[in-house]
T-cell receptor, first 119, second 114 residues
């Protein structure tokens, strides 16, 4: 079964540095997402992306964050100047286009996550 | 803003008993309600979902109910097994042209004692 993949699995960076987290969504999916989960807390929506533009973002997704789909397969999250509080697990997710099989459209598939540690 | 309340935060049951987790959402435009199971250090895994035009859905030992008027939805796990032990998250999603905005509850840590 196809899966969403993410790299790296763990990223350690110093405060103030830029990081890029990478995701490869499932190949025929058109809707892409980033979530974060601070250790022991809930999953938080960051951003949704469709047709090469952001469709919705949360209050967390400020000017320090950006997303990009640089080619036909990758979907990236960039944090320009990391803060200690950006330390979290970042999950990418994707889902497919609307089809007559509604259940397939609705299910979001999550990647394994990238653990970001800011020191 | 949108919010999803989830209770209880921790639930301990004996193997074979039932477990019930309840959620309340605030965004009346929410139309899709997935439930995820997350084991330590792993990704959230969808276990069941329900759309707003359905009141109840069952899949083997797992069932979900939705009361749109009250903005409540619940997860029921029957005949619990030790491998059901995990953190369970409810979520409420609002579908837009460009995908979903999904708000998660705070999670319920379920312990199933053998």
């Amino acid at each position: 079964e196809p899966e969403v993949t993410q790299t790296p699995s763990h990223q350690v960076t110093q405060m103030g540095q830029e990081v890029i987290l990478r995701c490869v969504p499932i190949s025929n999916h058109l809707y892409f997402y980033w979530y974060r989960q601070i250790l022991g807390q809930k999953v938080e929506f960051l951003v949704s992306f469709y047709n090469n533009e952001i469709s919705e973002k949360s209050e967390i997704f400020d000017d320090q964050f950006s997303v990009e789909r640089p080619d036909g397969s990758n979907f990236t999250l960039k944090i320009r100047s990391t803060k200690l509080e950006d330390s979290a697990m970042y999950f990418c997710a994707s889902n497919t286009r609307r089809t007559s099989g509604e259940v397939k459209f609705y299910e979001q598939y999550f990647g394994p996550g990238t653990r970001l540690t800011v020191t | 803003g949108e919010n999803v309340e989830q209770h209880p935060s921790t639930l301990s049951v004996q193997e074979g008993d039932s477990a019930v987790i309840k959620c309340t959402y605030s965004d009346s435009a929410s139309n899709y309600f997935p439930w995820y199971k997350q084991e330590l250090g792993k990704r959230p895994q969808l276990i069941i979902d329900i759309r707003s035009n359905v009141g109840e859905k069952k899949d083997q030992r797992i069932a979900v109910t939705l009361n749109k008027t009250a903005k409540h939805f619940s997860l029921h796990i029957t005949e619990t097994q030790p491998e059901d032990s995990a953190v369970y998250f409810c979520a409420a999603s609002r579908s837009e042209t460009g995908g979903f905005k999904t708000i998660f509850g705070a999670g319920t840590r379920l312990f199933v004692k053998a």
